[in-house]
T-cell receptor
Framework: KAGVTQTPRYLIKTRGQQVTLSCSPI?????VSWYQQTPGQGLQFLFE???????NKGNFPGRFSGRQFSNSRSEMNVSTLELGDSALYLC?????????????FGPGTRLLVL | GESVGLHLPTLSVQEGDNSIINCAYS??????FIWYKQESGKGPQFIID?????DKRQGQRVTVLLNKTVKHLSLQIAATQPGDSAVYFC??????????FGAGTRLFVKA
C-alpha cells in the first residue's frame, strides 16, 4: 500500500505570495492532519480534516487554511507569505482520526520564503 | 503553545549500548502516546505506541514506559545501532482529533 504522498517536495516563494500544498493520504484513510515543523517551534498542529470537514484547528493565523476533497486528498494554503512561514509542512493520515489511532506521515514539503 | 514538554537535547551513545530517551507530557487526560523517529529529510516514522491502561510495552529492540503519576514517558532502545541515529519525538493524542508533539531528542550513535 502506498504511503502518504506530498507535493511539491520543495518550494521557494517570496514574501506576500501565496502557496498551496497537496497531500494524498494512504488509501482508505479519511483523516488528514497538517503540521508545521520548524527548528524553533518543533511540530505544531495546523488542522485536521475528516470527510471534507475541519474538526480541529491549531493556533495559527487565518492566513493558513485547508480543505479536503471527497477522495480524502487534502490541500493547505498559506496566503500573504511571511519569512517566518519557512518550514517543513507535514501531512499525516489515519483511518478515522480517533484518539487511539496512529498517524502516518508523508515526507513533507519544505517551503522557503525569501 | 501546547506541547509535550521536551526541549531538544542531544543524546550521544556508543554503538551497542542501550539508549533511553525521556519525555514529560502535560495533559493528564491523554490516553494514547506514540514515539516517532525522524531521519533527515523524511517525515516522522511510527516506532511504538502505548495506551494509558498500560505502563510498559515492548517492540523489536524498543520499549516504552509510561508513568502516569508523574506524566512521564521513556523510550528505551536496546543495542543501539548507527541506523538509530535520528530525532525522536514523543506525542500524545488528546481529544479533539489533535496530536501534540514534544520538541524531540537528537540521538547520535558513535561507531
Amino acid at each position: 500500500k502506498a504511503g502518504v504522498t506530498q507535493t511539491p517536495r520543495y518550494l521557494i516563494k517570496t514574501r506576500g505570495q501565496q502557496v498551496t500544498l497537496s497531500c494524498s493520504p494512504i488509501s482508505g484513510h479519511r483523516s488528514v492532519s497538517w503540521y508545521q515543523q520548524t527548528p524553533g517551534q518543533g511540530l505544531q498542529f495546523l488542522f485536521e480534516y475528516f470527510s471534507e470537514t475541519q474538526r480541529n484547528k491549531g493556533n495559527f493565523p487565518g492566513r493558513f487554511s485547508g480543505r479536503q476533497f471527497s477522495n480524502s486528498r487534502s490541500e493547505m494554503n498559506v496566503s500573504t507569505l511571511e519569512l517566518g512561514d519557512s518550514a517543513l509542512y507535514l501531512c499525516a493520515s489515519s483511518r478515522l482520526g480517533t484518539r487511539q489511532e496512529t498517524q502516518y506521515f508523508g515526507p513533507g514539503t519544505r517551503l522557503l520564503v525569501l | 503553545g501546547e506541547s509535550v514538554g521536551l526541549h531538544l537535547p542531544t543524546l550521544s551513545v556508543q554503538e551497542g549500548d542501550n539508549s533511553i530517551i525521556n519525555c514529560a507530557y502535560s495533559n493528564s487526560a491523554s490516553d494514547y502516546f506514540i514515539w516517532y523517529k525522524q531521519e533527515s529529510g523524511k517525515g516522522p516514522q511510527f516506532i511504538i505506541d502505548i495506551r494509558s491502561n498500560m505502563d510498559k510495552r515492548q517492540g523489536q529492540r524498543v520499549t516504552v514506559l509510561l508513568n502516569k503519576t508523574v506524566k512521564h514517558l521513556s523510550l528505551q532502545i536496546a543495542a543501539t545501532q548507527p541506523g538509530d541515529s535520528a530525532v525522536y519525538f514523543c506525542a500524545e493524542n488528546t481529544g479533539g482529533f489533535k496530536t501534540i508533539f514534544g520538541a524531540g531528542t537528537r540521538l547520535f550513535v558513535k561507531a
